[in-house]
């Protein structure tokens, strides 16, 4: 883009500065290709043209959420739209569909707190403000709704935050997919438990990060077709084992080894631990603890999460007895033995450890000194036991650790996996890749070597994605396009991992070989790819080498590349650990097959590693990728500082730069169509004019400045790199020009009103002064008289004494003159001695200055060649005794002969090796060779086709002469017999082919049987432990059912003792609905009468039939009140029948009555239809109104007797769990009043009534739920319409003078006031008490407020004053809304607005740079938490006026406040929260009602009809 911008003088640039990266100016003069530049630090620079880019004097100062969006895609664009969020404490940013997250270095919780996951729950992508829950999202609702996999890359420097990322994206993840398990255990909670234990075992301080991942890992998040987790696997990549062994200053080694030693006294004692510096593995650096981390806790806190996924306690103490083991293995230390080149341990302390480390392991003490001390070596005729000195046993030592740490965490990884279990019938999963970013050192090991490989691979996948979403948008704009050409890194893929050739296949290839050192594998590489671009070799270096990565070169020391390679295990560690007593430890050793003999089986890392990524890349591409790119502000890893020079190479190693190359390929600026209008429309005004669209005004403009390149998309203008900077260059030109003619009509109209007054003014004066002077002239004419005989004495008198005084002074002057001639002369004479002499000694001091500093430079330049010389020489002498040590041990012949035998061995391996590359090479020269026959046959087929053309051409030329065969028989018969002998060899190999596929299918086949056997068996398991759970929960139900009757038999048993001396048979009451059965007791209804005793079998018929009349009572009133029967007086008559009915059936005082059930089942299936507000509304004011009437009417049996009752026992069911919180029990002080009227009337409740009344009082507030979620569902929709104003182009506004979108803005206010006055209507007509009524509205405007609020603070769009003025008069119609309800039915609902109403007045305020923070807090926004004002303060831009946000001073003041409320997770929170509760209780529904109310209601018409409910009448 440089290229095509052509700077003016006036024009904003950015330059590149060896300090600061990139800094912006601005262009004071042009001068052909070079341009002078004052930049804002304050220094003047001459650079070319073409050095400097264009800078968006526009861009807001807050920065933009997309950096697509900026006007000029560019490094120095980038850079500054990132500090800038930065220092806002906006640390993710957008480019496209790629999430950059910069490290805060500081805890940001209200950024991840369960209400923002709510905010980015099903919200589009890119609607809010980015964070990981938006890439998250995004990931998950296009796994639901395509059905395809996705994965989600999260990449990053060590020290970025790419752990802290990947917990946030698992933790959205499981709060979306989230199911509840057996025993606690769900499976998204064991995802993300399994973080701290992976991080205690695989995380270590290191110098950029003192929580750095020393390992890759890839988790797979497995769903079921209902979107819920269903399984999960984890894989891990690369543990850097090295470290176990060998730690540096001031780096640590892994947590756990801290952690242990930390670990309660008990640990400590049976693992016989201490201090960490007593631990070689520890004391090699002097870091042991770290800031604002408890070892202790997390030690505690390590074990509670491997309780949770699934690690016994016995599993536990097992693996930390493994880790307590390598511990001590580190302080066993050995010296020389008796023997020659043997080695003993050196001390007791070495024995009492190695003592331990064989207690620990539970294996034979003896038989592991002899592991680390010995080496026994198999021949075909004996066994031999070579001694290991001190050094050698020390290494032996060393990878016996690094071995058992790698066992144990590969343990700990698969023990995971089983224990989350994963879901064979899963068809969508969603992975989350959080590995290692791109590493340059000083020192650059294998480990680094393979980390690069990953990137290399991985930024590869990158590229191919971003051009594949170019690719995408175009596509979905429908614009003509070109291929884009990417930087392709195959060649260094190929360079490293080309099998044969490649480098890790040459390093295979070293570690074979028994006498290969670090040195030759280096001459191999150079050998082999000396010519190749990538690879260079260092100069002065003997076995580095240096790769050219696409995020820059890095040189690669081999000395350690052949020892970290080799993956075997030593077979006598194999032996000893694997015939432990421990289960544990043995099955981290089993024994293999190709492992029973004592020799050592090589294995590759290298290969291991690369095969691994293989089948990673191949998991990404089957997926839809997502990236995450962390980056790390500065190395202090402090707070509030931005080192560019650090931040730009992140994003060129994480490939942020090469897709903003990519997209500069094609069309980087891509503006909307009003967008463009509103910015470049007045440089055609005219198009701007008639009727035509934003479309059609766009193509005319850009015809009219004679563009040439761009793109008209669906929705967008596209322009190519350097086409906004034109037009740009030609809008500043257009507006230069416009504010030259405002500013000379100003000051044309300026000058001439100040020549006006001046005029007026001038002639004011001009009065004045000829006044003056004409009284002037007269007195003077009238002096002039007296005034001359005065003058003519006086002026001759003056000229007397003048010419005395002349001549005096005129001698004076002379004398004095020629006196300061002579003293000035005098002065000039010694200055100029004076200086001769100064100058004379300052060249001297300045030649002596000189010829020190020389002798010095050459003094230090002398010592430092010598310094080089002798290291140089030193370096030989070492080399020297090197030779002469390898030249003393080779005359050992017993080693000679162990040598030549194992060189034996490697030489046939290598030769069956050789062999089989052989094949494959004579395969791949086959099939060469036929290909070069197929073309050799086509040629002389074309050549043979030609020729008889020609033959026939000839012969139609000359018909008379004979013809000639012009066929070469002997080529012919040549070429068909070399053609059969193909077509046989492509037979031959057609049949190999034929036969390897059958192989292949056959295996196939086998393995996916054994799969389908394994998947089933797991489908049997799952559904066992379904079935199980299912039957635990049956049998808690049962239990909870047999308390429950238990206790109720406990109540009525004083009863029935009682009754027992009164009459021996007890008689049981039974009235409509209620039935006590009991074994020889009979039963009859109760009446007036006394109760008497019938046993004739005409008794018992009576009795029956009464029983069937009382079930049709019942039956009747059911179908009765299951219509809408309407209202009376005011009161509804459903509510006012069923409560009179039960009243006389004396249903309250039964013991046991299938009614209340009848009813409870009535109102739930009536409430079924949730959708229809006046259907819920008529059975809120029964309910409610029952619930009144049984409030008032129950009281708890025995509750004024002399003898206490036991309490009804706790509810179990759903109604009375949800019910638990409003129980009261009946307000004695209401007792007369309620006995006074006939109405209403008390009675002792039994257990039945008090749980009908809990069940009654449940299905309120549901049907109150319900009603307001109802009218919340509706709302939401209209709400995300009216947070932000509708747009308005420039060329609209200009048309028709006002805002095309007031009518529609206006309707979606207008219609959440029509479903306000839907809903008021409806509860209104349907009677509902007003409580009810006021608190559906207060929460109902709470969460508009919540809404509105919260969108207000995730959308910079919506921080706009235009957008204030549109919510202010969405607001100001709710407020005429409440006033016109008024305060019966509104009641506070006002009042639940408070935070947008200050919100949006903020935005609305004028000259906002004015205010302080004191009048801000106090005055304007009281209720707003700090927090939540910096963010409107940060996000806010005026897009009517341009006017400024508040202060610099009023920002930094916030941002000190917030910085030491950090701590407060509750205080950080920006966002409000939904209260979704029941807002009020059984005592508000009752004092709001009276039972007076009820005296002129009358029951059902229907049920008076009906002889059985004639008491009806008497109510």
């Known amino acids: 883009m440089a290229a095509n911008f052509t700077p003016m003088v006036g024009s904003l640039v950015w330059l590149e500065d060896p300090e600061v990266t990139w800094i912006d100016g601005e262009v004071v003069e042009v001068n052909g290709d070079q341009i002078k530049v004052l930049c804002t630090s304050g220094k003047t620079v001459v650079v070319k043209a073409s050095d400097v880019y264009p800078k968006d004097a526009e861009a807001p100062p807050c920065g933009v959420d997309d950096m697509t969006k900026l006007a000029y895609l560019h490094e120095p664009g980038v850079l500054q739209n990132l500090r800038s969020r930065y220092d806002m404490n906006e640390i993710y940013t957008y480019t496209g569909s790629i999430l950059i997250a910069v490290n805060p270095f500081r805890r940001l919780p209200h950024l991840y707190d369960s209400h923002m996951m709510a905010q980015y729950k099903g919200a589009a992508f890119g609607e809010l403000s980015p964070h990981p829950f938006a890439v998250a999202d995004a990931a998950y609702r296009q796994m639901i709704n395509e059905g395809i996999s996705q994965s989600i890359l999260v990449s990053g420097e060590s020290g970025a935050g790419k752990t802290e990322s990947t917990k946030q994206l698992m933790r959205y993840l499981a709060y979306m997919g989230g199911r509840a398990a057996a025993e606690g255990r769900s499976v998204e909670k064991k995802v993300l438990e399994s973080n701290p234990v992976l991080e205690a075992f695989g995380n270590a301080k290191t110098v950029r990060n003192n929580n750095s991942s020393r390992f890759g890992k890839f988790v797979e998040i497995q769903f079921d077709r209902s979107g819920r987790i269903s399984g999960a696997a984890i894989r891990t990549y690369l543990l850097e084992r090295s470290r176990v062994c060998q730690v540096s200053d001031p780096e640590r080694n892994y947590h756990c080894f801290y952690m242990l030693c930390a670990a309660p006294p008990e640990d400590i004692q049976r693992f016989k631990l201490g201090n960490p510096r007593t631990f070689h593995y520890l004391n090699q650096s002097n870091c042991y603890e770290l800031d604002g981390v408890n070892d202790s806790k997390e030690y505690i806190a390590t074990r509670q999460a491997m309780d949770v996924v699934g690690i016994s306690s016995d599993e536990q103490d097992a693996i930390f007895r493994v880790v307590a083991a390598i511990l001590h293995l580190g302080n066993v230390e050995f010296a020389k033995g008796k023997e020659v080149d043997s080695s003993v341990p050196k001390d007791k302390k070495s024995q009492f450890h190695l003592k331990t480390v064989a207690e620990l392991l539970m294996c034979d003490a003896k038989a592991l000194e002899d592991s680390l001390c010995k080496r026994e070596i198999v021949t075909r005729d004996e066994t031999i036991t070579k001694w290991l000195d001190p050094e050698a046993a020390a290494v032996s030592r060393d990878a016996l650790a690094k071995i058992v740490y790698s066992r144990l965490f590969d343990w700990l990884v698969e023990k995971i996996n089983n224990s989350i279990g994963q879901d064979p019938n899963s068809k969508s999963l969603i992975g989350v890749l959080d590995i290692y970013g791109f590493e340059s050192f000083k020192t650059n090991s294998f480990e680094q070597f393979c980390i690069n490989l990953t990137n290399e691979k991985l930024q590869q996948h990158f590229n191919q994605h971003v051009f594949k979403m170019e690719q995408e948008e175009y596509s979905k704009e429908e614009i003509n396009w070109s291929y884009i050409e990417f930087v392709d890194n195959q060649d260094i893929l190929d360079l490293i991992e080309k099998k044969p050739g490649g480098i890790i296949a040459l390093l295979d290839e070293a570690c074979m070989f028994p006498r290969s050192t670090h040195e030759t594998f280096a001459q191999k590489l150079y050998q082999t790819f000396k010519n190749h671009k990538r690879f260079s070799k260092p100069k002065l270096a003997r076995s580095d080498f240096t790769i050219c990565h696409y995020a820059g070169d890095v040189t690669y020391q081999t000395e350690l590349f052949l020892d970290k390679n080799k993956d075997y295990v030593v077979a006598e560690h194999q032996a000893l650990l694997s015939a432990s007593k421990c289960s544990f430890v043995s099955s981290l050793f089993l024994p293999l097959a190709e492992e029973s003999s004592k020799t050592s089986k090589f294995s590759s890392i290298g290969s291991r590693f690369k095969q691994q990524l293989q089948q990673l890349l191949e998991t990404l591409s089957s997926s839809e990728p997502h990236y995450i790119r962390c980056v790390k502000p500065n190395n202090l890893l402090k707070p509030a500082i931005f080192e560019n020079k650090n931040v730009l190479q992140q994003l060129r190693c994480g490939g942020v730069m090469e897709a ?227 030249l003393q041990a080779a005359k050992n012949k017993l080693e000679k002969q162990v040598e030549e035998l194992t060189w034996r061995l490697q030489l046939e391996k290598r030769m069956r090796v050789d062999m089989e590359e052989a094949k494959t090479q004579e395969n791949a020269k086959l099939q060469s060779a036929l290909q070069e026959m197929q073309l050799q046959f086509k040629e002389s087929k074309e050549k043979l086709m030609k020729e008889i053309e020609v033959a026939k051409k000839e012969a139609e030329k000359v018909p008379v002469v004979q013809e000639v065969p012009v066929i070469d028989h002997a080529v012919v018969e040549e070429l068909t017999s070399e053609n059969e002998k193909l077509k046989t060899l492509v037979s031959s190999l057609e049949k190999k082919i034929d036969e390897t596929e059958k192989k292949f299918e056959e295996t196939s086949k086998i393995s996916e049987e054994r799969l389908k056997q394994a998947l089933e068996a797991e489908s049997k398991i799952v559904q066992l432990k379904t079935a199980m759970h299912r039957l635990e929960e049956k049998v808690s139900d049962m239990e909870t059912e047999n308390q429950i009757l238990r206790q109720q038999s406990l109540l009525s048993t004083p009863i029935k003792k009682m009754s027992e001396h009164i009459s021996a048979p007890a008689t049981q009451s039974l009235e409509n609905g209620h039935h006590v059965i009991e074994e020889n007791i009979s039963n009859e209804p109760q009446s007036a009468t006394p109760v008497k005793k019938l046993g004739t079998e005409s008794d018992s018929k009576l009795r029956r039939s009464h029983i069937e009349h009382q079930h049709e009572n019942v039956d009747a009133l059911i179908n009765c009140v299951a219509k809408n029967l309407g209202y009376c007086n005011g009161k509804p008559v459903a509510a006012f029948t069923i409560y009179k009915c039960l009243l006389h059936w004396k249903s309250f005082e039964a013991e046991r009555t299938s009614v209340f059930d009848r009813l409870i089942q009535m109102i739930g299936s009536a409430i079924e239809n949730e959708d229809d507000n006046d259907h819920m509304a008529y059975w809120l004011s029964n309910t409610s109104t029952l619930l009144f009437l049984l409030q008032r009417s129950l009281k708890a049996a025995g509750a004024s007797g002399a003898t206490p009752h036991k309490k009804p026992p706790t509810a179990t069911s759903l109604f009375g769990r949800m019910a638990m919180g409003f129980r009261s029990s009946p307000s004695s002080a209401n007792l007369a009043a309620a006995a006074a009227l006939a109405v209403v009337r008390q009675v002792e409740a039994k257990y039945p009534a008090l749980l009908f009344k809990q069940q009654l009082a449940a299905y309120v507030e549901k049907i109150y739920g319900i009603i307001r979620d109802n009218l919340k569902k509706e709302l939401s929709s209209l709400l995300s319409l009216c947070i932000q104003a509708p747009r308005t182009s420039k060329g609209s506004v200009l048309r028709s003078g006002r805002s095309f979108g007031k009518d529609s803005a206006s309707s979606h206010w207008q219609s959440i006031i029509d479903s306000l006055n839907t809903l008021l209507s409806s509860l209104k007509q349907n009677f509902v008490p007003p409580v009810l009524v006021q608190k559906i509205f207060t929460q109902t405007f709470s969460y508009i407020n919540v809404q509105l609020f919260n969108s207000l603070l995730l959308r910079r769009e919506c921080c706009t004053f235009s957008n204030g003025e549109y919510v202010k008069a969405g607001l100001a119609e709710l407020e005429l809304w409440c006033c016109q309800a008024k305060e019966e039915y509104a009641g506070s609902s006002w009042d639940e607005l408070k935070h947008i109403r200050q919100a949006v007045g903020f935005l609305v305020i004028h000259q906002k740079y004015r205010i302080s923070y004191d009048e801000i807090t106090n005055d304007l926004c009281p209720i707003l938490s700090v927090q939540q004002l910096y963010r409107i303060c940060t996000l806010y831009w005026d897009d009517n006026y341009n006017t400024r946000s508040v202060s610099p001073n009023v920002i930094s003041s916030m941002r000190i406040l917030m910085t030491e409320d950090s701590n407060d997770a509750t205080s950080n929170s920006f966002l409000l929260d939904d209260n979704s509760s029941i807002p009020f209780s059984v005592d508000d529904l009752s004092n709001s009602l009276q039972e007076k109310d009820f005296l002129d209601v009358k029951a059902a018409e229907e049920l008076l009809e009906n002889p059985a409910f004639e008491f009806l009448y008497e109510a």
């Open 660 to 886: 903003i190359r990519i997209s500069c390929a094609g069309y980087p600026t891509r503006k909307p169509f009003d967008e463009f209008v509103d910015r470049f429309g007045i440089l055609a005004s005219e198009v701007l004019d008639g009727s035509s669209d934003e479309v059609t005004a766009c193509k005319r403009l850009l015809e009219k400045v004679g563009l040439e390149g761009y793109q008209i998309g669906k929705t967008k203008v596209f322009l190519r790199a350097g086409q906004m900077a034109d037009l740009d260059a030609r809008r500043t030109e257009v507006l230069g020009r416009s504010a030259s003619i405002i500013q000379r009509k100003v000051r044309s109209f300026l000058s001439r009103k100040n020549y006006i007054m001046l005029r007026r003014s001038a002639i004011h004066i001009q009065a004045a002064c000829r006044g003056q002077l004409a009284r002037t002239v007269y007195e003077s004419v009238r002096r002039e008289a007296s005034c001359l005989r005065i003058q003519r004495d006086l002026r001759m008198y003056l000229a007397k004494k003048a010419y005395k005084d002349m001549c005096f002074s005129a001698v004076c002057i002379q004398t004095g003159m020629r006196g300061m001639a002579a003293r000035n002369e005098l002065r000039f004479r010694r200055q100029t001695q004076a200086s001769i002499l100064i100058q004379s000694h300052c060249r001297k001091y300045l030649a002596r200055l000189h010829y020190m500093k020389l002798k010095k430079a050459a003094i230090t330049i002398q010592c430092a060649w010598r310094g080089k010389v002798a290291r140089r020489e030193l370096r030989k002498l070492k080399m020297a005794a090197r030779e002469t040590g390898a």
